[in-house]
């Protein structure tokens, strides 16, 4: 193959990349996915070469893994896998976007992508590092403050109960709604660790869901009831959020982790009745009908994060060869804060 003619000499002519071998029955397993080394394509007028340095891994990917029609296509069997990635340009055949410049873009799950250069965003390393683009300046960031503002329709003073409290989602959630005025911030997790680090974030309460019956450890952090439920878990998590919530009280419908994997229908919630009496919203919620609110988002979060307001957690997996692995840790709750893997 000759040098692509937008390329300078030394530009890779090739990469690695992560495909689906085959889509998971139940909880995804490392021979679910392949590492494979893959040509890359000559750049033609207005794309660029992106050399990741930074890739996320996300629970919404799980869902992209069956053959199901839904919010966004599932990914194909041998073919790479997709998600928010960071890099820098390294050739351009764009007068848009230079060499040297750090973009956000969405072809992760590779070391190198050559992508129209529309489709990137082009980020200020200067003002974050590149893996705060895909954790609290990036999806999950905006995906925390449109869930509580726009979905839950946050209030001052209201109680906020978060569950899944320790990811990257979650986490932002508690801090934003304590900096916006709630009364009380709980939050769930699933280890020791991890409710102790909410507590050091600023949540007023929280509790491992392994110590007992979700329902009786939420009605003793809320004894007088919960105004928000940000729900990232489902389950019996929903269910005692549906018990608790007073009355006009408003669930953000985020996530459902607790059901991902599972090959049988959930048990819960049995008592979805209660919203009838209680008057209660149960809002759906994709981050991606609500880029309206971006702007605005990533003002503020910048300020937050500038003053230490907000703590962002991550954590860290090395290279390409991990990122099947760091998937399948971050479903298992692996992790506290962002899953991210450097490339």
Not at 13 to 30: C, E, F, K, N
């Amino acid at each position: 193959m000759s040098a692509p003619e937008n390329t300078p000499p030394g530009t890779p002519r090739s990469t690695r990349q992560i495909v689906l071998a085959s889509r998971p029955q139940g909880w995804p397993t490392p021979e679910n996915f392949r590492l494979e080394q893959a040509d890359l394509p000559e750049l033609l007028p207005g794309q660029v070469l992106v050399a990741n340095r930074w890739m996320s891994v996300d629970p919404y990917m799980r869902g992209r893994m069956n053959d199901v029609k839904s919010y966004v296509p599932p990914f194909q069997v041998d073919r790479p896998l997709e998600g928010g990635a960071v890099g820098e340009v390294v050739a351009s055949a764009s007068p848009d976007v230079a060499v040297g410049r750090t973009v956000l873009h969405g072809a992760g799950w590779r070391e190198h992508a050559v992508l129209d250069a529309g489709s990137v965003t082009v980020v200020d390393p200067a003002l974050a590092p590149g893996s705060a683009w895909l954790g609290a300046l990036g999806m999950p960031g905006l995906t925390a403050y449109a869930g509580l503002m726009a979905a839950a329709r946050f209030r001052p003073g209201d109680v906020v109960f978060v569950s899944g409290a320790a990811g990257a989602v979650g986490s932002l959630v508690g801090q934003i709604a304590r900096l916006s005025g709630a009364a009380r911030v709980i939050g769930s997790a699933g280890s020791p660790a991890k409710v102790a680090r909410l507590l050091e974030l600023g949540f007023d309460a929280a509790f491992d869901y392994h110590d007992g019956p979700v329902l009786e450890q939420l009605r003793a952090a809320a004894p007088e009831g919960i105004d928000v439920y940000f729900d990232n878990v489902g389950g019996d998590h929903l269910e005692a959020a549906i018990d608790v919530l007073t009355t006009g009280g408003r669930v953000c419908l985020c996530g459902a982790i607790a059901q991902y994997n599972a090959t049988e229908p959930p048990a819960a919630p049995r008592n979805l009745a209660l919203a009838i009496g209680k008057l209660l919203s149960l809002q759906g919620f994709l981050v991606g009908a609500h880029q309206d609110l971006a702007p605005e988002f990533r003002e503020k979060m910048t300020g937050w994060l500038a003053a230490g307001r907000i703590v962002r957690d991550e954590t860290v997996r090395e290279g390409l060869d991990e990122a099947p692995q760091a998937f399948i840790d971050l479903l298992a709750g692996a992790n506290t804060g962002k899953m991210v893997v450097r490339l």
